[in-house]
């Protein structure tokens, strides 16, 4: 199989949200129809609902962690402390690549938008903001943390 980055980067530029983007790149990997994978993501992106808390790449990728190291049963505590290790340790290796987990820091502005009603995508939104950067590091670090047996993560001089 080959990297999902490219999949996820063209899903965010042809109009979809950062969560819907990286969740709907990989959600199919684990039997997950993508008209439900952009239903059940799409409140996620814009930092939540646009809030612009912690970023919709960071909530697709927990997201995702969940379908291959999900906890069922209440009584499993190991199995729950292993799934939120692994979401902790992914989502550290973003806060190391960009410095922060919130959208409004990764966005360079301060608090909510004041409407829930998105911003138009025009060639001028894609080239102001950091979000398709953003959506392929996400992407890398499923990859990574996911689906290492699959050979899909390819080390950057980022990393």
Same mark, same amino acid.
């Given at each position: 199989?080959?990297?999902?980055?490219?999949?996820?980067?063209?899903?965010?530029?042809?109009?979809?949200?950062? +969560?819907?983007?990286?969740?709907?790149?990989? $959600?199919?990997?684990?039997?997950?129809?993508? &008209?439900? $994978?952009?239903?059940?993501?799409?409140?996620?992106?814009?930092?939540?609902?646009?809030?612009?808390?912690? !970023?919709?790449?960071? !909530? +697709?990728? $927990?997201?995702?962690?969940?379908?291959?190291?999900?906890?069922? =049963?209440?009584? =499993?505590?190991?199995? *729950? *402390?292993?799934?939120?290790?692994?979401?902790?340790?992914?989502?550290?290796?973003?806060?190391?690549?960009?410095?922060?987990?919130?959208?409004?820091?990764?966005?360079? #502005?301060?608090?909510?938008?004041?409407?829930? +009603?998105?911003?138009?995508?025009?060639? &001028?939104?894609?080239?102001?903001?950091? !979000?398709?950067? #953003?959506?392929?590091? $996400? +992407?890398? #670090?499923?990859?990574?943390?996911?689906?290492?047996?699959?050979?899909?993560?390819?080390?950057?001089?980022?990393?």
């Amino acid at each position: 199989m080959e990297s999902r980055v490219e999949k996820a980067q063209e899903l965010f530029c042809s109009g979809y949200n950062c +969560a819907q983007s990286v969740f709907a790149a990989y $959600a199919d990997l684990f039997g997950m129809d993508q &008209e439900t $994978a952009l239903k059940l993501s799409c409140p996620m992106g814009a930092g939540i609902g646009r809030m612009r808390e912690v !970023c919709g790449t960071v !909530c +697709a990728m $927990a997201m995702l962690s969940g379908f291959g190291h999900g906890n069922t =049963d209440p009584q =499993d505590e190991e199995a *729950k *402390k292993a799934a939120y290790e692994l979401v902790r340790r992914m989502a550290q290796e973003f806060k190391e690549e960009n410095g922060t987990l919130l959208c409004r820091e990764l966005l360079g #502005i301060s608090g909510m938008e004041e409407s829930a +009603a998105p911003t138009v995508r025009t060639p &001028e939104y894609y080239a102001s903001r950091p !979000c398709l950067g #953003i959506i392929g590091c $996400a +992407a890398r #670090i499923v990859e990574k943390y996911l689906f290492p047996e699959k050979e899909l993560y390819k080390p950057t001089e980022v990393d």
